[in-house]
């Protein structure tokens, strides 16, 4: 584990002065553009003598520790810029990490966790915080925040259904696409009150319930593609199958699918004959299924057998 260093009491007067001309002048500065970008006063709550301690002996840091912290400052700003852009995490984004950082503030400290390879971010009693690995002080300083959305799913509130990693996922992903999906389906079976549901929220505790899948580092940001391409797959299955010519398969599925309900689940074992995932039909929903184990994987079995349910 890393070996946590005390603040020094004092610094070398080439590094308060490095400080004295580059950081105090510069701090309000960059406060003001973070504040901008927030949206609401955000402050830097950095102590450079805390961070000025894991420099190099005569490194370029041990130095220049005051403009070290500026290129982190500025680095992570310009990257909450990039993340706030539309077509990105947008305003959601924004008022996601508002809430999450409810503390409003952003600093600079050391990985006590022993987790970060050179640089990376984690939220802290609601601060936001640009870690550093102890013996890579200023090493990759522009990359601190590119695994921001796994720092707020980490810190969120626990006892909200999705995951923020999860909510963007779906938005990214099973939003932009569902209208498109629905069509081709309903288009197959010639049927427009067709109803997609991907029961996000019972997949979603089902995998976070899954030690399998839980121990993989971004298993939740996954579930919105994931999903996407069963029922992109399960179209493609009818339309291979050419249901839009037949009507006889048309009027066997609405037979046995009076709602035209299609319907996505976790279950603990497939049924007999079932390899990864599979479709089945009970109470008139047509079911696609896999264990939480292995969802995502083999997606195109998920239709393979929808002539045989009919």
């Not at 002048?25 to 805390?50: C, F, H, R, T, Y």
């Not at 259904?161 to 197959?188: F, G, M, N, V």
């Not at 839980?214 to 996954?222: E, L, M, R, S, V």
Request: aromatic share 10%; hydrophobic share 40%.
């Amino acid at each position: 584990m890393p070996t946590v260093i005390p603040p020094a009491d004092k610094l070398p007067l080439i590094a308060r002065k490095n400080l004295r001309d580059t950081w105090e002048p510069k701090k309000p500065e960059l406060e003001a553009e973070l504040s901008q970008v927030m949206g609401v006063p955000w402050k830097l709550d950095i102590n450079p003598n805390a961070i000025w301690v894991y420099a190099q002996a005569d490194s370029w840091e041990s130095k220049n520790i005051g403009t070290r912290i500026i290129s982190y400052l500025e680095s992570a700003i310009l990257s909450i810029k990039t993340w706030f852009e539309p077509g990105n995490h947008g305003d959601g984004g924004r008022e996601e990490m508002n809430k999450v950082c409810s503390k409003h503030a952003l600093t600079i400290a050391m990985d006590e966790s022993g987790k970060i390879r050179t640089c990376g971010c984690d939220v802290k009693d609601g601060v936001l915080r640009i870690l550093f690995n102890e013996k890579y002080l200023g090493m990759d300083h522009y990359s601190a925040l590119s695994d921001l959305e796994r720092a707020l799913s980490d810190a969120a509130d626990t006892s909200l259904p999705l995951s923020y990693a999860a909510r963007i996922s779906i938005q990214k992903y099973w939003e932009t696409s569902e209208t498109d999906i629905e069509a081709r389906i309903s288009k197959a079976l010639q049927n427009p009150a067709i109803k997609l549901t991907p029961n996000f929220e019972e997949v979603y505790a089902a995998l976070k319930a899954e030690p399998a899948v839980t121990k993989n580092d971004g298993w939740d940001a996954n579930i919105g593609g994931a999903m996407r391409e069963y029922f992109e797959r399960f179209a493609w299955h009818l339309e291979d199958k050419k249901f839009g010519e037949d009507e006889m398969l048309r009027e066997g599925f609405e037979e046995v699918v009076p709602e035209g309900e299609i319907k996505f689940r976790i279950v603990k074992e497939l049924a007999p004959g079932g390899h990864i995932c599979q479709s089945v039909i009970e109470d008139g929903i047509l079911y696609m299924q896999s264990t939480a184990k292995y969802f995502g994987y083999d997606s195109s079995n998920v239709g393979t057998n929808i002539i045989d349910l009919l």
